[in-house]
């Protein structure tokens, strides 16, 4: 999105994406077999749908398209954290753990709105 011929996994924004969605994908093997199914399956497809809602827009080839995907993004970051509440609510995450994920959704965010500017201009 931010240089041409540059692949996806080359982005910043992907990068970091990636590494949120590999530690919140470790962070659900500890929670209860019950959750299997929500709050586990939930918070891995939010978590997957930033990246891939990044790597679809990079592949676009208009710029409304690429915000198009740039503003679909931005739903599952909050959804991320919506999820990482719940895993708070139900016992599963501590507080410490609740802020250290919601830091990596942060950053990860604040480079996403850079690559949303960018097309927005």
């Known amino acids: ?6 692949s996806f996994t080359e982005l910043e924004v992907w990068k970091k994406a990636r ?13 209860p077999l019950e959750e299997k199914f929500r709050l586990t399956d939930q918070l891995i497809r939010s978590s997957r749908s930033i990246t ?18 740039c ?3 931005r739903g599952p970051f909050s959804e991320t ?3 990482l509440i719940d895993a ?7 507080e410490n753990q609740l802020d250290y994920y919601k830091n990596m959704v942060d950053e990860t965010g604040r480079l996403f709105k850079r690559v ?3 097309f927005k201009k």
């Open 19 to 31: 590494v949120l969605k590999n530690e919140l994908n470790k962070l659900t093997v500890k929670f």
């Open 116 to 118: 949303y500017y960018f």
């Open 71 to 73: 503003i679909q993004a």
């Open 88 to 94: 708070l609510d139900c016992g599963y995450i501590s």
């Open 1 to 6: 999105m931010e240089q041409k011929n540059q």
């Open 52 to 69: 891939a809602n990044i790597s679809e827009g990079h592949g676009r080839f208009t710029y409304k398209d690429q915000l198009h995907f």
């Open 81 to 83: 954290h919506n999820h």
